[in-house]
């Protein structure tokens, strides 16, 4: 079984910084896809930004050349810094899991459906 835990949310003006971490925990020897997405009050959920096991990103066109995912795969540790926040980035960022790569490129991978396993979720409010 593998576990995220999300952490690094808060509250901060448009213009500012934030870095979301999310630890995995258990069993991550074939997991090949991680990401982050997000969810506004009344919206559906999108996808913010993908990374593979070899490091290739993928990002969602509105947070391109403003939000970075990383990781460290010795620690099992996903990161999301997030610059020049805007208000509409307000949301709850939820990090993921899956274990086929390709789901990190997939046309539909903004919908999250192909990941399996799913953090909590650390609220991100933006302020203007």
């Known amino acids: 079984q593998v576990q995220l835990v999300e952490s690094g949310g808060g509250s901060v003006q448009a213009g500012g910084s934030l870095k979301l971490s999310c630890v995995v925990f258990?069993?991550?020897?074939?997991?090949?896809?991680v990401g982050w997405f997000r969810q506004a009050p009344g919206k559906e959920r999108e996808g913010v930004a993908t990374?593979?096991?070899?490091?290739?990103?993928n990002y969602a066109d509105s947070v391109k050349g403003r939000f970075t995912v990383s990781q460290d795969n010795a620690k099992n540790v996903l990161y999301l810094q997030m610059n020049s926040l805007k208000p509409e980035d307000t949301a709850m960022y939820y990090c993921?899991?899956?274990?086929?790569?390709?789901?990190?490129?997939?046309?539909?991978?903004?919908?999250?459906?192909?990941?399996?396993?799913w953090g909590k979720g650390a609220p991100v409010t933006i302020s203007s």
């Open positions: 258990g069993y991550t020897d074939n997991i090949d896809c």
């Open positions: 993921a899991a899956t274990y086929l790569r390709s789901t990190c490129f997939s046309g539909s991978w903004s919908k999250g459906s192909g990941m399996r396993y």
């Open positions: 990374i593979d096991e070899d490091g290739r990103t």
